[in-house]
Structures are given as structure tokens and as C-alpha cells.
């Protein structure tokens, strides 16, 4: 007997639909009939004709990080790992890729997060590291055995802000080209945070408007050229190392054409802020202080472009449980928005609904691709017998506003507090089980740590 049999279903996957049933047994999807099963089941959802699309993969994420010492905490670690992978859960996450930051060993803290995330994250957790210091270089070979497939490397994080965030830092441009002949070696991919800091102290030495307190002043600061700058100069490096490359959340149509240059050798990771607010609509104030900035119209145009060209895209929430304590001041308080509970959302209303995405387009970067990249290929981001059994109901013809308390996250803003979605992953299931159904959490367990 079955687990879960999941009737009358549009089954998306990245490269077509197929319209029948889901079945499910162990974990793991057992069978797609494109006509109706005979077969018998524990338990019987009716899809009602609706979409199901696999478990998102969020790329980037930062679930359990908590802010520098001194400041307002509203939760334990352990807490947060279990708030923020529900709330993952809710909008359709089923797996987050969770990045490990430590001035200190990387190996210990690996080993302490995937003891936090067994105990506490109801999703699949696994892990990126990260290169900031030569402590991090001498142990990319143990972290390579340990399971870590990909690293973070930054540019632009040093003095007070780097401290403010849990003492990121970032790597000079030898380490750089160090870390990239290494990795390349070990078969890993770097992650690169680019923005360039020097650029950014010129405009901030030369910027009139500190009174202000809007996100068209933040992006002033820090503008296209900064992040376009360090993408063209990375990807140089990149190329003379031949060590593939990933982009992260990509905000500027300067680093979009510099990627598309490269027609698919780099692989872009974009966030669900950066394709749905612009400082032109500007609601948020000092809330929406992320880094990179949020940008123009014109920016989010370039990269609903990208996302829609088949060209190699990821799509991470860049998630940060900051609360609204943390960010009432612009310049003095802390960057990084929460999100990962729009992932699909943004991408289904305002993609699909929108701009007319595809529908498989969405699957092809909020899943398939991921699990390409990052080792899961046929495990996660399809739907086919033998893949993990991942994957959200979609109910659609919505005009749903979604409140901070609606969803479980503990930050008290949102982001999208004026959206009006047009789809929604209203049920959603990880490994098997029934983690969201009908819009209400129907089980949050932990998942353990994979």
C-alpha cells in the first residue's frame, strides 16, 4: 500500500507537465500515472486539477543567524533553526542550502549547525561553507570530505559592518585566486558576494544625504557599477583558473550583463527581493537596507529577463531573521531582509501571473538546477519515480495579502506586506510527510540534518 497518492495533479517538471497522479512510498515518489491509479493509500489528497510543482530549493539561505553580540535577540539559536525552516516550509521550501559563518573553524561549526538542524529544522538542511581567512583555506580539503560542495568568498565585508554581522570577512584578491585554484582541484564551487568595497567608500565619501532615510539613499551608496565591477573581475579570475563560478543574489543589471557575456558558463543566483521591489516603490525605508541594495525598475527588468532566458539561474531567499529592532535606523542598522516564504510566491505571481514565465521556468530555477549543481540530480528538483517525495500543491486565481503574522518566521515586518499574491503553495509535502496543508501547518517535526 501506498503512503500518499496525490490525485488529478499537473505534474511540472522543468522540462514539461504531465496530468494524473502522484504516488508516494518511503519518502520517495514511487510512481507518476498519467492516468488515474487503482492504487491504494494510507492517506488520499485530491489535487482538485491543480499544480504540483517540486520542493524549492532555497540556495541561499542563513537560518539559525543570529545577530552580533549586544543586540536584540529574540530567540535561541535553536528556536530560529526551527521558526525560519517552518516558515521556509510555508511558502514551498523544502530544502535550504544553510550557510556556516565563522571567523573560527569551519569543521567545528559544520559539525555544530548539523547538530542544530537534525534536532530542529523541519526542512532538509544542508550546507555551504565559507572562505574568510587562511584558517578557512587549510581546511577546504576536510570540509570537501565532510560534504561541503560549495563556499561562500566575499568582497566587500570589513570593520564595523563585518563585526555587526558575526565577524564576516572577506578575502583579499591573492587568497581569492588562491581559493579558486584550490577549489577547482577539489571539484567545489565558489559562491561570490560581489560588491566593491573601495567603490563603495568613494560613494559614501561623497555622498550629501545621511539625513535620509529611504532605500533609493542606500542603493546611492552602493551602485550597479559596484556589483557589475566585481562580477567582471571575479569572472576574469574565474576564467584564467577555469573554477566554475556562481554569482550570488545578483541585484543589478550591470553584474546580469556581465554574466550573460559569459552565456552560461557562470551561474547566477537572484533573490525573490531583487525581482519584486525597486526603490521606486519604495514602502519600506530603512527595513529594506540589504546588501546589494534593491535597485531600479530597470534592474528588475533585466533580471526577470535572465530568469526567463534558460540561461543557468538559482533562486535563493538570501533570508535574514533580522527583526524590526534591528533596522530602525538606516545607516547604523543591520542588512539582510527575510523571504524565504516568497520564493515561489514571488515567482509564480509575479513571474508566471505577471510576465508570463513558464511555468516550468519556475521549476527550472527554484529547483531543477539547484539540484544539478549542488549534487541532487534526481533526488530533488524533479518529480520522476525514485526522487525524494518534495513538492507543493499550488492554489492559483488568488488576491492574497500576507501579513508578518500569517507565516511563522518571528521577524516582525515583511517585506510583502503590500503584494498581492496570485498563487500560493498551499500544501506542501518533504520526504513523504504533510508538513503544510490547506495554508495551516499540519506537522513540524524535525526533518534531521542530511
Not at 491543480?50 to 539561505?61: C, E, F, K, N
Not at 561623497?206 to 565591477?229: K, S
Not at 566554475?244 to 541585484?251: E, L, Q
Not at 527575510?338 to 520564493?343: E, M, R, S
Request: hydrophobic letters at 40%; charged letters at 25%; glycine letters at 10%.
Amino acid at each position: 500500500m501506498l503512503d500518499l497518492l496525490v490525485k488529478n495533479c499537473r505534474i511540472v517538471e522543468h522540462d514539461g507537465i504531465t496530468d494524473g497522479d502522484l504516488l508516494v512510498k518511503g519518502g520517495k515518489v514511487a510512481g507518476v500515472y498519467a492516468l488515474h491509479s487503482n492504487e491504494k493509500a494510507e492517506r488520499v489528497i485530491d489535487a482538485e486539477g491543480r499544480y504540483v510543482l517540486p520542493g524549492a530549493i532555497d540556495t541561499h539561505s542563513h537560518i539559525g543567524q543570529m545577530p552580533g553580540e549586544g543586540l536584540y535577540r529574540p530567540q535561541t539559536v535553536e528556536e530560529t533553526v526551527h521558526s525560519e525552516s517552518l516558515n521556509g516550509a510555508f511558502g514551498g521550501v523544502t530544502t535550504a542550502l544553510n550557510y556556516i559563518f565563522t571567523p573560527d573553524s569551519m569543521l567545528e561549526a559544520l559539525e555544530l549547525h548539523r547538530e542544530r538542524a537534525g534536532k530542529h529544522s523541519v526542512i532538509n538542511m544542508f550546507f555551504h561553507g565559507a572562505l574568510m581567512n587562511d584558517l578557512h583555506l587549510s581546511e577546504i580539503d576536510e570540509a570537501v570530505r565532510r560534504g561541503i560542495r560549495s563556499f561562500k568568498i566575499f568582497l566587500p565585508y570589513k570593520g564595523e559592518e563585518a563585526l555587526r554581522l558575526g565577524g564576516l570577512g572577506s578575502l583579499d584578491d591573492g587568497r581569492i585566486l588562491a581559493a579558486f585554484n584550490k577549489l577547482r582541484q577539489v571539484g567545489a564551487l565558489p559562491i561570490i558576494h560581489a560588491e566593491n568595497p573601495e567603490m563603495i567608500d568613494y560613494f559614501m565619501s561623497t555622498f550629501d544625504g545621511f539625513d535620509r532615510q529611504d532605500m533609493a539613499a542606500w542603493e546611492a551608496t552602493r551602485p550597479g557599477i559596484v556589483e557589475g565591477e566585481a562580477v567582471n573581475k571575479v569572472i576574469y579570475m574565474s576564467k584564467k583558473t577555469e573554477c566554475p563560478i556562481c554569482i550570488a543574489h545578483v541585484s543589478s543589471a550591470d553584474a546580469v550583463e556581465e554574466i550573460r557575456r559569459e552565456e552560461g558558463r557562470v551561474l547566477l543566483e537572484t533573490t525573490p527581493h531583487y525581482l519584486a521591489l525597486t526603490v521606486e516603490e519604495d514602502t519600506l525605508g530603512s527595513l529594506g537596507k540589504c546588501s546589494p541594495a534593491v535597485r531600479h525598475a530597470r534592474d528588475r527588468d533585466s533580471l526577470w529577463e535572465y530568469v526567463a532566458s534558460g540561461l543557468p539561474t538559482i533562486i535563493g531567499s538570501d533570508h535574514n531573521s533580522w527583526m524590526r529592532e534591528h533596522k530602525t535606523e538606516l545607516w547604523s542598522g543591520l542588512s539582510g531582509l527575510p523571504g524565504n516564504a516568497f520564493l515561489l510566491p514571488v515567482l509564480l505571481s509575479e513571474g508566471v501571473d505577471r510576465r508570463n514565465l513558464k511555468i516550468e521556468d519556475v521549476v527550472r530555477v527554484s529547483s531543477y538546477t539547484a539540484a544539478e549543481r549542488f549534487g541532487f540530480a534526481g533526488r530533488k528538483g524533479t518529480l520522476r519515480p525514485g526522487a525524494d517525495a518534495d513538492f507543493s500543491i499550488i492554489t492559483t486565481g488568488l488576491a492574497r495579502k500576507v501579513a508578518p503574522e500569517d507565516i511563522p518566521s518571528i521577524v516582525n515586518y515583511s517585506p510583502y506586506s503590500d503584494f498581492t499574491f496570485s498563487a500560493w503553495p498551499d500544501t506542501v509535502v518533504c520526504g513523504g510527510r504533510v508538513l503544510v496543508e490547506d495554508g495551516r501547518v499540519a506537522d513540524e517535526r524535525p526533518a534531521g540534518c542530511m
